[in-house]
């Protein structure tokens, strides 16, 4: 999936549009907040892989944390921990962030719809985890 | 101080006489009329008038900065003698305030000043390029290469070079 065409105009954005599959279609209209967290509960499940047992229930306590009427905990449950290659696209993100405590210039890359479907087509459970966020809306559990 | 009078320069130098009364009891008046201004019949008040006056020239003032200026420099040679007088004799006053002076400016007490530099510009277009085409790199050696971005523009078809 590529980004949106820049500059923007109504006719070359609704192109692109048409261009994207559902799925990507799904991962387009979540917002970029939303596209965040999925990607910190993945890197936090891998961080409880590879940490010692007093940070792995720092991080069970962060992750469950996150988990509200939009993020629920089934949708934690789904994703899975960020491998290697998701990783080294998550590193070179923040490396975008030196000395900025807002990491703004990373979130953008990560969250970027092309980035993002990378992280998504990497780690097929993302995909899951934003169905099941799809289906709860459609029934109107979501607020 | 060379681009005055010959009159105002003299009206400068009396204001740093030693023999001038402190300013605001009569400094301006005294080098005005040391200088030569007024006449025997002039009233105290028109010899006020005009030193105040020279006194608030700019060129009177400039002059008057650089000629202290020197006058601080001749003075070195008597402070130093002081200072040196102070150091010599232990009973003097000022004796451990003048040796203390002395050794600061021999061995200087270090500061130490711990700056932090930070830098919260974003990265730049070409640093952020950079970072998304490591990410493709990654994509592709994972065996996952995605559709390359489309690049928009314009094409022209070029006929078949003859002979």
Known sequence: MNNAPEPYTPEGHAAWLDSLSADELLVIHMPSGYRFIFIAVALAKRGLENHKSADQLLLLKKINGLTDQNFTPEMLATIEPMGDTEYAIFKEARSLDAGDKASMAGFEVLTSPRVFWHLVTLNPSLLKAIKLREGASRNGDLR | ?163
Do not use: C
């Open chain 2, 1 to 163: 101080m060379a681009a005055l009078s010959e009159k105002r320069r003299a009206f400068v130098i009396a204001m740093f006489d030693p023999d001038a009364p402190q300013e605001g009891r009569g400094l301006l008046k005294f080098a005005a009329i040391r200088a030569g201004y007024g006449s025997p019949t002039s009233s105290d008040n028109s010899i006020r008038v005009m030193a105040s006056r020279l006194a608030h020239d700019p060129r009177i003032q400039a002059a008057a900065a650089e000629y202290a200026q020197a006058h601080i420099r001749a003075l070195a040679p008597n402070a130093v003698r002081a200072v040196r007088d102070a150091i010599a004799d232990p009973r003097h006053k000022d004796h451990i305030r003048a040796t203390a002076m002395v050794l600061d400016r021999v061995d200087p007490l270090e500061t130490t000043h711990t700056v932090r530099v930070e830098d919260h510009r974003p990265p730049s277009i070409e640093v952020t390029q950079k970072v998304l085409d490591r990410i493709e790199e990654l994509m592709r050696r994972a065996g996952l290469a995605p559709k390359a971005p489309v690049i928009d523009g314009d094409f022209k078809v070029l006929e078949e070079a003859k002979g």
